[in-house]
């Protein structure tokens, strides 16, 4: 089993829809988690860091289930500049490692 | 603020030649990370570096590859010698232990192994 699952997709949805990507990990100690995300050719950028409690920021919902070991981001009123691969990142205990899921390809239409 | 800086941006070599890859982290962070991205295997960590130190290797693919930390302002990833299936993208990250675990990557380096 890999150490951080992702759907692949791509989600195709049009504009205003609201889309989730959950993402699994197989190590129940893993201490941090976040949401990047990457444009095509480009570097990953932080989306937003996941907290136990759950966070929003704007359209952006994340949230952790530690019992079951998935984490899931939630955008509501989905716009064509989302369109990108988010990447949800697991950090094992005791590390600065980030262990990186392969994506979830977003499309946004109009 | 600059950001993270890689050098070059595009590579194409033939296989069998050394390949070197640069990256000046964001001044005044102390980790250095260094990855490797393809289509079949996503982002995966090579080696990161704390304070110039390198801390975890065990990404490295072999001992084709390796990397260094001379000061906190300068990192270096070899490979010697290039083959074909070292086709990627190379990024590099850094990050400032005492503030935050957020990862600022650099515009990576896309690598062709001909």
């Known amino acids: 089993r890999k150490e951080v699952e992702q759907d692949p997709g791509p989600f195709n949805v049009p504009e205003g829809a609201t889309v989730a990507f959950n993402c699994t990990y197989s190590?129940?100690?893993?201490?941090?988690f976040f949401w990047y995300r990457q444009d095509c050719r480009k570097e990953p950028k932080l989306l937003m860091s996941?907290?136990?409690s759950g966070n929003e920021d704007g359209r952006f919902t994340a949230q952790l289930n530690r019992a079951s070991q998935y984490i899931s981001l939630l955008i509501r009123d989905s716009k064509l500049s989302d369109s990108a691969t988010y990447l949800c990142?697991?950090?094992?205990?005791?590390?600065?490692?980030?262990?990186f899921g392969t994506g979830t390809r977003l499309k946004v239409l109009a | 603020d600059a950001g993270v800086i890689q050098s070059p941006r595009h590579e194409v070599t033939e296989m069998g030649q050394e390949v070197t890859l640069r990256c000046k982290p964001i001044?005044?962070?102390?980790?250095l990370f260094w990855y490797r991205q393809t289509m079949m295997r996503g982002l995966e960590l090579l080696i990161y570096?704390?304070?110039?130190?390198?801390?975890?290797d065990s990404g490295m693919p072999e001992d084709r590859f390796s990397a260094k930390m001379p000061n906190a302002s300068f990192s270096t990833l070899k490979i010697q010698p290039s083959e074909p299936r070292d086709s990627a993208v190379y990024f590099c990250?850094?990050?400032?232990?005492?503030?935050?675990?957020?990862?600022?990557f650099g515009p990576g380096t896309r690598l062709t192994v001909t």
């Open positions: 990250a850094s990050r400032d232990q005492g503030a935050s675990h957020e990862q600022y």
């Open positions: 190590n129940s100690a893993s201490q941090s």
């Open positions: 996941v907290y136990s």
């Open positions: 990142v697991v950090t094992p205990p005791g590390t600065y490692k980030y262990i």
């Open positions: 001044s005044g962070h102390n980790s």
């Open positions: 570096f704390n304070n110039n130190v390198p801390i975890d």
